[in-house]
């Protein structure tokens, strides 16, 4: 081999070399980060938010257990880029981080001897969790009826027959009496046979009951007690019970989130004074629920075809709960 092709191979080594180099600077970049921690909109995942820059964590697993790694804090660390790895969302640039650490706080410049800040001057920060719970009344707005005919006979088909009859009149009735704007829908049918039992001998069938039930929504609260009177002269004779519930509860179920939200806020601020400081800010809200109103039910009835008086009926009032969990910061007094 001589001198030129040994001088040509060291040379070309050299450049496959100086390309590695500068292809793995291209693909990983050191970086020093200063930022906020914050969660992702992928389960599981952090960012680190730094002068309106994303860095997506790719190994955040290794800090979860840090009392520190919390959202909002404030942390500085050192990494590399990782241009190679996607999520689903590409919130921010793959980070793959080699140490984090709490911000150390930034102190400013002192002027002269005169103005020297010392430990015991500096106010310290501290978080607090809360809760907030409200309970709202409303009226309710929609009532909810089922009535059914029960008819019995020793044949199935006069149970079922006598059935039709009845609940033809008992539906004409309830559509008079309900009025224009009411939802009218058959809810249940059955025909099934009365068995008798005696000891050691297999059952008998003794007759056949039939059983329709019609379920009517009301806007019209006023007509509920006419309806069951109505349907029982027609010859209805079982009301499977009444509920009240709030159809369009939305109005009183933002109230009562807000009020919630109020009553949490109220309380840390409370603890803040009794601290001797100040919320700086909410760090955290979650709403834990809002329990849509729970009907108000009312007993069952067996009626009678005639009805010597009008039935009465109160329509109370409904609850509907809200609870809100709430994080503060706040700046204590000095130590």
Do not use: C, H
């Not at 002269?233 to 989130?257: E, M």
């Amino acid at each position: 081999m001589n001198m030129r092709t040994l001088t040509i191979r060291k040379l070309l080594t050299t450049l496959g070399l100086l390309a590695t180099l500068l292809s793995t600077q291209a693909f990983a970049k050191e970086v020093a980060l200063r930022g906020r921690l914050q969660r992702t909109v992928e389960t599981g995942g952090w960012l680190i938010v730094s002068d309106n820059q994303k860095y997506l964590l790719v190994n955040a697993t290794r800090f979860s257990d840090e009392q520190w790694f919390t959202s909002g804090n404030e942390v500085e660390a050192m990494g590399e880029t990782k241009s190679g790895v996607v999520s689903i969302y590409l919130e921010g640039t793959p980070f793959a981080v080699r140490s984090m650490q709490p911000a150390v706080p930034s102190m400013q410049p002192l002027a002269t001897a005169t103005t020297t800040t010392t430990q015991n001057e500096l106010r310290g920060l501290t978080k607090v969790m809360v809760t907030g719970d409200s309970i709202v009344q409303a009226q309710p707005d929609t009532a909810i009826l089922t009535v059914s005919v029960v008819t019995q006979a020793s044949r199935a088909l006069d149970a079922q027959q006598q059935n039709a009859d009845r609940t033809d009149a008992v539906v004409r009735a309830l559509k008079n009496a309900a009025g224009a704007g009411a939802e009218i829908k058959t809810s249940g049918y059955s025909l099934q046979p009365q068995r008798v039992y005696k000891e050691g001998q297999p059952p008998t069938i003794s007759g056949y009951e039939a059983r329709n039930s019609v379920t009517v929504t009301l806007s019209d609260l006023s007509r509920v007690g006419p309806v069951i009177d109505a349907t029982a002269q027609a010859g209805a004779n079982d009301v499977a019970g009444i509920s009240f519930t709030l159809r369009k509860d939305r109005p009183a179920r933002d109230q009562a989130l807000a009020e919630a939200t109020r009553e949490a806020l109220s309380k840390a601020q409370v603890i803040a004074t009794a601290l001797g400081g100040r919320v700086v800010r909410i760090v955290e809200v979650q709403e834990e629920g809002v329990a849509r109103p729970v009907p108000i039910y009312g007993e069952q009835m067996q009626l009678m075809r005639t009805a010597s008086a009008p039935t009465p009926v109160e329509v109370g009032t409904l609850d509907i709960t809200s609870r809100v969990q709430l994080i503060a910061e706040v700046e204590v007094g000095t130590r």
